[in-house]
Protein backbone atom coordinates (compact mmCIF):
# COMPACT_ATOMS: atom_id res chain seq x y z
CA UNK A 1 0.00 0.00 0.00
CA UNK A 2 1.18 3.41 -0.60
CA UNK A 3 -0.13 6.57 0.39
CA UNK A 4 1.00 10.47 -0.02
CA UNK A 5 3.65 11.32 2.81
CA UNK A 6 1.01 14.36 3.75
CA UNK A 7 3.11 14.81 6.52
CA UNK A 8 6.31 14.56 5.17
CA UNK A 9 8.30 17.64 3.55
CA UNK A 10 7.15 17.46 -0.15
CA UNK A 11 9.37 17.28 -2.67
CA UNK A 12 7.80 18.52 -5.42
CA UNK A 13 5.18 20.72 -6.15
CA UNK A 14 2.91 17.94 -7.82
CA UNK A 15 -0.48 16.94 -5.81
CA UNK A 16 -0.09 13.45 -4.86
CA UNK A 17 -2.79 10.88 -5.76
CA UNK A 18 -3.12 7.97 -3.14
CA UNK A 19 -2.56 4.51 -4.93
CA UNK A 20 -3.20 0.74 -4.16
CA UNK A 21 -0.43 -1.31 -5.27
CA UNK A 22 -1.30 -5.49 -5.56
CA UNK A 23 -2.90 -6.75 -2.75
CA UNK A 24 -3.51 -10.15 -3.51
CA UNK A 25 -2.39 -12.49 -5.21
CA UNK A 26 -5.55 -14.11 -7.07
CA UNK A 27 -8.28 -10.86 -6.76
CA UNK A 28 -11.40 -11.36 -8.24
CA UNK A 29 -14.61 -8.83 -8.35
CA UNK A 30 -13.85 -8.41 -4.45
CA UNK A 31 -14.83 -4.78 -4.48
CA UNK A 32 -18.03 -3.27 -4.97
CA UNK A 33 -16.51 -0.85 -7.79
CA UNK A 34 -16.44 -4.47 -9.77
CA UNK A 35 -20.19 -5.27 -9.09
CA UNK A 36 -19.66 -6.95 -5.65
CA UNK A 37 -23.07 -6.12 -3.59
CA UNK A 38 -21.67 -8.22 -0.31
CA UNK A 39 -18.90 -5.41 0.70
CA UNK A 40 -18.50 -1.91 0.52
CA UNK A 41 -15.43 0.14 -0.65
CA UNK A 42 -16.23 3.69 -0.86
CA UNK A 43 -12.80 5.00 -0.90
CA UNK A 44 -11.36 2.24 -3.24
CA UNK A 45 -14.43 2.86 -5.55
CA UNK A 46 -14.07 6.50 -5.88
CA UNK A 47 -10.11 6.20 -6.68
CA UNK A 48 -11.73 3.71 -9.32
CA UNK A 49 -13.88 6.01 -10.86
CA UNK A 50 -10.99 9.20 -10.59
CA UNK A 51 -8.04 7.02 -11.70
CA UNK A 52 -7.35 4.28 -14.35
CA UNK A 53 -9.02 0.78 -13.90
CA UNK A 54 -7.42 -2.03 -15.89
CA UNK A 55 -10.26 -4.78 -16.51
CA UNK A 56 -8.01 -6.92 -19.16
CA UNK A 57 -4.46 -6.91 -17.47
CA UNK A 58 -2.02 -9.90 -18.81
CA UNK A 59 1.08 -11.23 -17.04
CA UNK A 60 4.19 -12.86 -18.67
CA UNK A 61 5.28 -15.95 -16.09
CA UNK A 62 2.67 -18.48 -15.75
CA UNK A 63 3.24 -18.14 -11.62
CA UNK A 64 2.49 -15.82 -9.23
CA UNK A 65 6.20 -15.12 -7.46
CA UNK A 66 7.56 -14.79 -11.17
CA UNK A 67 4.81 -12.20 -12.07
CA UNK A 68 5.08 -10.11 -9.14
CA UNK A 69 9.11 -10.01 -9.20
CA UNK A 70 8.67 -8.75 -12.71
CA UNK A 71 5.73 -6.24 -11.59
CA UNK A 72 7.28 -5.07 -8.54
CA UNK A 73 10.62 -4.04 -11.15
CA UNK A 74 8.94 -3.52 -14.40
CA UNK A 75 11.19 -5.66 -16.36
CA UNK A 76 11.10 -9.13 -17.27
CA UNK A 77 11.83 -11.26 -15.01
CA UNK A 78 14.08 -13.48 -17.42
CA UNK A 79 16.31 -10.11 -17.51
CA UNK A 80 17.14 -10.02 -13.37
CA UNK A 81 16.87 -13.93 -12.80
CA UNK A 82 13.75 -14.35 -11.75
CA UNK A 83 11.76 -16.60 -13.68
CA UNK A 84 11.51 -19.90 -12.01
CA UNK A 85 8.46 -19.97 -9.55
CA UNK A 86 9.86 -19.45 -5.66
CA UNK A 87 13.15 -19.80 -6.97
CA UNK A 88 16.37 -18.23 -5.49
CA UNK A 89 15.28 -19.05 -1.67
CA UNK A 90 17.65 -18.56 0.94
CA UNK A 91 20.40 -17.77 -1.76
CA UNK A 92 20.79 -14.21 -0.62
CA UNK A 93 19.78 -12.91 -4.00
CA UNK A 94 20.02 -9.27 -5.05
CA UNK A 95 18.70 -7.51 -7.96
CA UNK A 96 21.54 -6.36 -10.59
CA UNK A 97 22.54 -2.66 -10.14
CA UNK A 98 20.26 0.35 -9.84
CA UNK A 99 17.35 -2.05 -10.38
CA UNK A 100 14.67 -0.72 -8.42
CA UNK A 101 11.17 -2.15 -7.37
CA UNK A 102 8.21 -0.03 -7.28
CA UNK A 103 7.73 1.05 -3.42
CA UNK A 104 11.79 2.26 -3.76
CA UNK A 105 10.40 4.40 -6.73
CA UNK A 106 6.91 5.85 -4.86
CA UNK A 107 9.66 6.80 -2.25
CA UNK A 108 11.85 9.14 -4.47
CA UNK A 109 8.47 10.56 -5.80
CA UNK A 110 7.29 11.59 -1.98
CA UNK A 111 4.89 8.62 -1.20
CA UNK A 112 5.34 6.33 2.13
CA UNK A 113 4.99 3.56 1.61
CA UNK A 114 3.85 0.21 3.84
CA UNK A 115 3.76 -3.68 3.67
CA UNK A 116 1.45 -3.90 6.86
CA UNK A 117 2.04 -6.88 9.55
CA UNK A 118 0.63 -5.09 12.75
CA UNK A 119 -2.55 -3.98 12.78
CA UNK A 120 -5.12 -2.58 15.40
CA UNK A 121 -6.95 -5.84 17.07
CA UNK A 122 -10.35 -4.18 15.88
CA UNK A 123 -9.41 -5.56 12.54
CA UNK A 124 -9.57 -8.96 13.75
CA UNK A 125 -6.73 -10.29 11.45
CA UNK A 126 -3.03 -9.19 10.86
CA UNK A 127 -0.70 -8.32 7.61
CA UNK A 128 1.18 -10.88 6.25
CA UNK A 129 4.03 -8.87 5.39
CA UNK A 130 4.47 -11.09 2.12
CA UNK A 131 6.46 -10.16 -1.04
CA UNK A 132 6.71 -13.14 -2.10
CA UNK A 133 9.67 -11.94 -4.82
CA UNK A 134 12.32 -14.48 -6.49
CA UNK A 135 15.11 -12.28 -5.13
CA UNK A 136 15.44 -10.74 -1.91
CA UNK A 137 13.02 -7.76 -1.09
CA UNK A 138 16.15 -4.36 -0.41
CA UNK A 139 15.99 -2.92 2.74
CA UNK A 140 14.93 0.28 1.42
CA UNK A 141 11.60 -0.11 -0.27
CA UNK A 142 9.15 -0.55 2.69
CA UNK A 143 9.22 2.45 5.06
CA UNK A 144 7.42 0.39 7.74
CA UNK A 145 4.85 -2.66 8.33
CA UNK A 146 3.04 -1.45 11.41
CA UNK A 147 -0.01 0.31 11.85
CA UNK A 148 0.70 2.46 14.15
CA UNK A 149 3.81 4.11 12.20
CA UNK A 150 1.34 4.82 9.35
CA UNK A 151 2.05 8.95 8.42
CA UNK A 152 -2.38 9.19 8.91
CA UNK A 153 -2.11 7.36 11.88
CA UNK A 154 -4.00 9.81 14.04
CA UNK A 155 -6.90 9.18 12.04
CA UNK A 156 -6.58 5.64 12.29
CA UNK A 157 -9.51 5.39 15.17
CA UNK A 158 -12.30 6.74 12.33
CA UNK A 159 -11.39 4.33 9.90
CA UNK A 160 -13.88 1.35 9.22
CA UNK A 161 -12.24 -1.89 9.88
CA UNK A 162 -13.47 -2.83 6.28
CA UNK A 163 -11.07 -4.39 3.49
CA UNK A 164 -10.12 -1.58 1.24
CA UNK A 165 -11.97 1.41 3.35
CA UNK A 166 -10.35 4.04 5.13
CA UNK A 167 -6.94 3.71 3.36
CA UNK A 168 -7.16 7.49 1.38
CA UNK A 169 -5.80 9.50 3.90
CA UNK A 170 -7.89 12.80 4.91
CA UNK A 171 -10.94 12.19 2.78
Known sequence: MAVPADELPPTNSRRRTPAEGPAAARRGPALSCDGNQAITTPNLD???????RYTRAYTTPPVCSASRSAFMTGMYQTTIGAQNHRSHRGESFSLPD??????????EAGYFCTNLTTLPESFGFQGTGKTDWNFDPPETGF???RWEDL?????????????????????
Open 98 to 107: GVKVVPERLN
Open 143 to 145: QTG
Open 151 to 171: PARGRAGSIPPRFGDGFLPGR
Open 46 to 52: RLAAEGV
